[in-house]
């Protein structure tokens, strides 16, 4: 019970004070950097660190979503997902440099939400637990949609990585899909759409 303890907090530390890893190519390594204004390097960096708090939240729901999940297959499925969102961490984190910006100030609090959240998820049962999952990656791939008309249109470096990034969560709601999610009632994915407004327009500036 302990040592689970102490991998969980392990994990928490490494998500919001570590550099994440990444083992495939960040998307548009290859691009050549585009010479933005100011202003656009600003607005592109602050959508990139709304994704990447996008990401710190996808690591800390999936941790808290295992760790309540009584289902071995599911709870496998889970922190596979987990592990390939840390990807998508390192990815923005290092287009964030980039692009001279910073990250989220308040990351410990849009982790300990999300958490939160997840345990929430997996103490509701299978279904709802992968029908919580999938509807978040179904908005997350919406939103991340709506990231690419508003990046800079020269700034295809951000593109790619946003790209890459969408096909990835696409995956991962059909995952959640084939294995039994359940259909979520209208109120709660509205109240779902409500709550990551909240955050992506706080992140925006913080």
């Not at 550099?19 to 950097?33: D, N």
């Not at 709304?50 to 729901?61: P, Y």
């Not at 941790?63 to 998508?88: D, F, S």
């Not at 991340?144 to 990046?151: E, T, Y």
Request: hydrophobic share 40%; glycine share 8%.
């Amino acid at each position: 019970m302990i040592d689970n303890a102490v991998i969980e907090f392990d994990k928490v530390l490494r998500t919001l004070f570590c550099r994440a890893p990444t083992i495939r190519e960040v998307p548009g390594r290859g691009l050549p950097e585009a010479p933005l204004s100011a202003a656009e390097k600003k607005h592109a960096g602050a959508l990139m660190r709304v994704n990447h708090v996008g990401e710190i939240c996808a690591q800390a729901l999936y941790q808290g979503q295992a760790m309540t999940c009584r289902n071995p297959e599911v709870r496998q499925a889970l922190e596979q997902a987990g592990r390939e969102e840390t990807e998508h961490l390192a990815w923005t984190e290092r287009r964030i440099e980039e692009l001279g910006g910073r990250k989220s100030r308040l990351n410990p609090v849009w982790y300990a939400g999300a958490l939160s959240f997840g345990v929430v998820a997996g103490k509701l049962g299978e279904g709802w637990n992968l029908g919580f999952l999938a509807e978040t990656e179904r908005q997350v791939e919406a939103h991340l949609d709506g990231h690419l008309s508003r990046l800079p249109e020269a700034d295809t470096r951000s593109q790619a990585v946003v790209r890459q990034m969408k096909l990835d969560e696409k995956e991962h709601a059909d995952m959640a899909v084939r294995l039994g999610a359940r259909e979520l009632p209208g109120p709660v994915k509205t109240a779902m759409r409500l709550a990551a407004r909240v955050m992506t327009s706080t992140a925006y500036y913080l």
